[in-house]
């Protein structure tokens, strides 16, 4: 089946500094990928829409400047997280939909802790 | 927009019986995806089930199965015979028919299988 690899799994770093997140589908092309945030005994709320070879598509309140988004190829998009701050402290999760289909696969997710 | 509302913020049944999640949703699509998630404490994100709405058979994927009731906008899962393994965050969610658009979540049941 569609594997979504989600690099790393669990990072701790101290505040002020930037941090980069993969999301891979290992088994097939994805021209969208998907950016969630969640936070504990919350459910997952939407950040970024990824889209190949251009610009992603933010929802409303997420800051451009501070979560940069970039999908350079059809099986690897990133989130780097600049400037982390504490209140930035979360897990992250990546999803990829196989060529625009349901349903979407999700990788492990990244829990982040900023010190 | 499309909203989804899971009532039930925790449930807790005994092994070996029969536990249904509820879950509404509102959209004015007439064709789309309804899917339960599973997200044991690993916070991986499981497909547990999927139904596509111009289908009027409810789906069924061994132990699980849905009630899907198009026109109350009501999305149910039933799980059978449960084991402790089925303890987790299940999060019901809607999925657009064209690819390339975000999952709109509920909040999430914690399901709890006591032994």
């Known amino acids: 089946g569609a594997v979504v690899s989600q690099h790393p799994s669990w990072v701790i770093c101290k505040s002020g500094t930037s941090v980069k997140i993969e999301c891979r589908s290992l088994d097939f092309q994805a021209t969208t990928m998907f950016w969630y945030r969640q936070f504990p005994k919350q459910s997952l709320m939407l950040m970024a829409t990824?889209?190949?070879?251009?610009?992603?598509?933010?929802e409303q309140g997420v800051e451009k400047d501070k979560f940069l988004i970039n999908h350079a190829s059809l099986t690897l998009s990133t989130l780097t997280v600049t400037s982390a701050h504490p209140e930035d402290s979360s897990f992250y999760i990546c999803?990829?939909?196989?060529?625009?289909?349901?349903?979407?696969?999700f990788g492990d997710g990244t829990r982040l802790s900023i010190l | 927009a499309q909203t989804v509302t899971q009532s039930q913020p925790e449930m807790s049944v005994q092994e070996a019986e029969t536990v249904t999640l509820s879950c509404t949703y509102d959209?004015?699509?007439?064709?789309?995806?309804l899917f339960w998630y599973k997200q044991p404490p690993s916070r991986q994100m499981i497909l547990v089930i999927r139904q596509e709405a111009y289908k009027q058979q409810n789906a069924t994927e061994n132990r699980f199965s849905v009630n899907f009731q198009k026109a109350a906008k009501s999305f149910s899962l039933k799980i059978s015979d449960s084991q402790l393994g089925d303890t987790a965050m299940y999060f019901c969610?809607?999925?657009?028919?064209?690819?390339?658009?975000?999952?709109?979540f509920g909040q999430g049941t914690r399901l709890t299988i006591n032994p």
């Open positions: 959209t004015s699509e007439n064709n789309y995806y």
């Open positions: 969610a809607f999925g657009f028919i064209q690819g390339a658009q975000k999952l709109v």
């Open positions: 999803s990829a939909e196989d060529r625009g289909n349901q349903p979407q696969h």
């Open positions: 990824s889209n190949e070879g251009s610009k992603a598509t933010y």
